[in-house]
């Protein structure tokens, strides 16, 4: 277990590209900066080789993208493939019409080397029948890990299909990360966040996708434990507020004696 990844991205402090969803923007910059990344979130494409080449890595979100943005979008996806920069691909209501069609279409011209999102948009990806509700999980009765291992092995990716449960898996290997607080799905953000973070934790893995992706869930999904257990009551707004707090401060130690504790 690569827990030290933690403490390499402290130390390196890598730039992370994002497309993001205005409505969690800040979420998103925050946490990052909180686990020590420095994210950087560009929206004119005459920028976007130059911002991509100080870049370690990319997370392009599309909870809130407008039609005309999308050749933007494009260009980003194609310029950090071409810079062997780590690519994350939040689906956001990826289970709407228009927006698989949008999605689908990236898929095929642009190497994701992930892609997270909840069971409702991986089922999606998937071809897998599922009541998905907007941005919501929505409700289904399919193996979650094998959702996740059919849309990994079809986009040779490293899935994440983050929920109660996270499931993890890129076509191969396969992993949970069963740590967490119900609050993560009260707060809109916390998806958002995650995907982001997996860019932070692909970008100092030297090329190790898949411990990468569990390691961003097992730290973010145990850091927001800790959180919950030590609030008087279940408050969303000073949840975020604690989670930063916490990301800013956990250690690997920390982790390593919840884990030990929960396990």
Known sequence: MQ?????????????IF??????????VANGLNSIGASPIMPSAIEEASEMLQISSGAAINMGSFRSDELPYIEKVGQLANDLNIPLVLDPVAVAMPYRQKVVTNLLDHIHFDFIRGNAGEIAALAGIKWQAKGIDAGDGSADLAEVAKKVAQRYNCTVVLSG??????????????THGTPLFQIHVGSGD???SLIAAFAAVSKDNYFEAARMACLIFATTGEIVANELVDEKPGS????LLDKLHLVTTKEIADQITMED
């Open 3 to 15: 827990l030290e990844l933690l403490d390499r991205i402290r130390s390196e402090n890598p730039v």
């Open 164 to 177: 109660p449960t996270d499931y993890i898996s890129d076509g191969t290997h396969d992993t949970t990360v």
């Open 239 to 242: 949840f975020i507020v604690a």
């Open 18 to 27: 994002n497309i993001s969803n205005y409505i969690t923007v800040q979420d």
């Open 193 to 195: 966040m995650l995907s």
